[in-house]
């Protein structure tokens, strides 16, 4: 019985499965819809790839969903066009007008460049998902959108869309999700959104990074609303959302939106369901709402560069939350620190004005640019003191005896002592920096005459050998650093097209960073040169700043094996290319050179970066490579020196030798370095 029960059951769901399989598997039913596809493939410029021509699109087509032998779903999201598809991409997408039961188009991240046409709103009846991300869209949002009644899902960001926000779209009553986000919308944000009998299903709202300018008083009325980014726009006033009514709400995002004034008191209850609240870089003030630190679901508070001030709160609620991150950084905040920070695992409490002890239990903590007992990195007394006397409070003095609590009657004198003693030492500055004006004036002098005499060279300088060139290298101020992964893609995995030559320090090739600048990079075989060459030019940047040098934008310099270092890319190559390989001709046809002005400037330059080096450095430096190929030109025949691989700096009169005969003049018994 048992076994006969078993078989009719497996053909049961043998016979489910199949009926599910034949559903799926149902070739396209309209000629219709299939000439629209075939229209659509064209227009778009789609490859064979993804759309064979003659298969049926409901069996072999990527992107395309069928239910009942039509076409409900379109999805091209990351294609990419044809090379004749390539040339001339547009917005055209009209054969989507046939689709009368499409209810999901998605084109993210396919350029399609153009406004969205009117009759989208018009001709989609049953469409519920949107999505547009990405795709290079102009102009302003059609009105007609209002009339896509069905619409659970718009996605619009990523684009370059203008103008304001249609009300029509507060006709989206199943709207679920409204992404407008990075676009250049501006305006007000329209009052239909905020009414309970339109977007009570909106769950997601998100309006970051555009030029909105204002905020209806009744947000509060989206109930259902889970996810708030309104960041990065030009809101005016302190108008927020009624957040009593959004019980739903997990995480607001309002930073940078230019928002102000002090937050009301009642703002947080702790019913709400917060998780993330972002409120930083704006230009609140006042003082944090009580209810906000007793929120139970909090994990993440930011309100970092505005003016709040005030306290901290003495209580310790919901102290259970340890894994919730606070930063409160670049504030006014004052006062004592208290038990209210023991929720949080991770807190950023900088650059305000806390005084007092720090709190055994805080470990994990950022304090600096404060005014706290036993901790590095403070402001000065003096700060925190007028700091404090300012709003009528004294100031403990760091724990030291003798707190300052200045009296109000004697501030006036105390700054004009303050002023005197400034005068006083900037006069004692001045004399100390005239004395030892001439005293060095009177050494040069003997020491010129003592040249005189002895031809020139000096005695040899005392010590020891110079440091590694690499032991005294701040890399954080020479340029910017790569990773090896961003400079493949800037030559095309050093492609050897892109190789303009071989140095004798390594290998140039032309790339083009991901923001469009172009760039010239060595690749230095750590193998095959001197392990301390890049390491002087490095050396040689980080001290030497002039515009007669060719540009140093950073560095990679992580691989043992390569190093590699990344300049600013010189459009008329070196003067060698200028002098003898020179290809452009003129209009007439007859070969083009250099004309006297031009020469008469490059020398000029070439001079101005030689005599930097030799006369303006201390010590002076030698170049030890300077050739036709190291004089580097810009887009205006600029001089920008390079090769600078081989520089070396000359200490004492002993080296006097070696720069004339590098410089290839001959010995003067004067200024011989020069």
Partial sequence: MLDRRGIVWFGFLFFLLFEVTLEQIEPLSSQTERAALLQLRASLGLRS??????PDPC????GITCQNGRVVGINISGFRRTRLGRRNPQFAVDALANFTLLQSFNASNFPL?????????????SLRVLDLRSCSI???IPSTLGNLTNLTALYLSDNNLTGTVPDTLGQLSALSVLDLSRNSLVGSLPTSFAFLANLSRLRYLNLSSNGLTSLPAQLGGLTSLVDLDLSDNSFSGGVLPDLKRLRNLRRMILANSRLNGPLPADLFTASLRLQIIVLSQNNFTGSLPVGLWSLPRLTLLDVSANNFSGLLPNSSSAANATIAVLNVSHNKFYGGLTPVLQRFSFVDLS????????????RNASLDSNCLQNVTNQRTTVECASFYAERGLSFDNFGRPNSTNPPTGSRKSNKTKIILAAVLGGLGLFALLVFLLVLLLLCTRKRGNSNQRGNGVGPAPAGGSPPHPGASINFSNIGDSFTYHQLLQATGDFNDTNLLKHGHTGDLFNGVLENGIPV??????????KKDAYLVELDF?????????????????KNEN??????KHMPNGDLSNSLFYKNATSEDGTLQSLDWITRLKIATGAAEALTYLHQECIPPIVHRDIQASSILLDDKYEVRLGSLSEACAQEGDTHQSKITRFLRLPQSSEQGTS
């Avoid at 069996?59 to 990527?62: E, H, S, V, Y």
């Avoid at 650059?351 to 239990?361: A, R, S, T, W």
């Fill in 113 to 125: 460049p153009g406004p969205i046409p009117n009759w989208f709103g018009l001709s989609l009846p």
């Fill in 59 to 62: 069996l072999i087509w990527i």
């Fill in 138 to 140: 102009v102009n302003a």
């Fill in 49 to 54: 790839k993804e759309w064979p021509r003659k």
């Fill in 520 to 529: 010239v990079i060595k690749r230095i075989d750590m193998h095959s040169t």
């Fill in 541 to 557: 940047f980080s001290k030497v700043s002039h515009q007669r040098f060719v540009p140093l934008l950073g560095h990679c310099i």
């Fill in 562 to 567: 390569e190093k590699f270092l990344v300049y």
């Fill in 351 to 362: 650059n305000n004005y806390f005084e007092g002890k720090v709190l055994d239990f805080i």
